[in-house]
């Protein structure tokens, strides 16, 4: 049987692999990747995967080279990844509406967010913060893919309880926060986040993971009637399914 080798790129991840531990592949801060072909293209009309919600996971898990646990890449490695399937796909120019017009992005263009490296350990994905109108000392951790599927799986069910509920960002902070005042125990952290959490508190630890999270910066200039606006990348259904 023939076979083929398939054209790679090695991709940069916007943490450096400083967020992964010393014996986990993703510390190089790189993975290879391999160009789209007809299988990957099976999967993105793959109906079972898109009424799941998973089509884009089964995608970059499918593009991904590198022998790797996906569900460990920080979100903001994997929203590098996605742009850079969607580069190796089908070509670097995408296509969008904002503002009643077309407008055109360069993907390659875009660069990764700064974070403070200072305030990072290396290789270790946990970060000690005082909230700073209760003084409560707790630590966080920058979410990964697989703590996001935890998030959306709790957030399913609860919708099944009462479709009404939709207690997302709550959800995550309960995922999101290592301990509080030392104790580590997920009833303790589920109480806080519930009851203890003062909302001007949730904003200023939201800020802060914002300092210490690499992800890729989405924010592009438009020009709409004549006018710059900053805005963020739309991902619209165009972005996989360009000739949708």
Not at 156 to 172: A, C, F, H, M, V
Not at 189 to 202: K, M
Not at 214 to 221: E, G, K, Q, Y
Request: glycine share 6%; no cysteine; aromatic share 10%.
């Amino acid at each position: 049987m023939t076979e083929f080798k398939f054209p790679t790129e090695i991709i940069d991840l916007p943490s450096r692999g400083l967020l992964y531990p010393k014996d986990s592949p993703l510390a190089s801060g790189k993975l290879e990747m391999k160009y789209m072909t007809a299988k990957e293209e099976d999967i993105l009309t793959n109906q079972n995967y898109i009424q799941r919600g998973i089509v884009i996971d089964k995608l970059l898990q499918s593009l991904i080279v590198s022998k790797v646990d996906y569900s460990e890449l920080i979100t903001g490695d994997q929203n590098a990844v996605m742009i850079a399937a969607r580069i190796l796909g089908y070509g670097k120019d995408y296509e969008f509406s904002y503002g009643g017009q077309k407008h055109t992005i360069d993907l390659t263009t875009l660069e990764d967010r700064e974070f403070d490296e200072s305030l990072i350990t290396p290789h270790v994905n946990e970060f000690t913060y005082e909230l700073p109108f209760t003084k409560t000392k707790i630590t966080f951790k920058v979410m990964t893919v697989g703590d996001e599927e935890k998030v959306k799986k709790e957030l399913d069910g609860l919708k099944k309880i009462d479709k009404n509920l939709n207690p997302e960002l709550s959800t995550r902070l309960k995922f999101m926060i290592t301990s509080v005042e030392g104790n580590r125990e997920l009833g303790v952290i589920r109480n806080f986040v519930d009851n203890g959490l003062l909302a001007r508190d949730s904003k200023a630890l939201r800020e802060y993971v914002k300092k210490v999270q690499p992800d890729i910066d989405l924010n592009v200039t438009v020009e709409v009637g004549g006018v710059e606006e900053d805005i963020t990348l739309p991902i619209t259904v165009s972005f996989f399914w360009p000739d949708f």
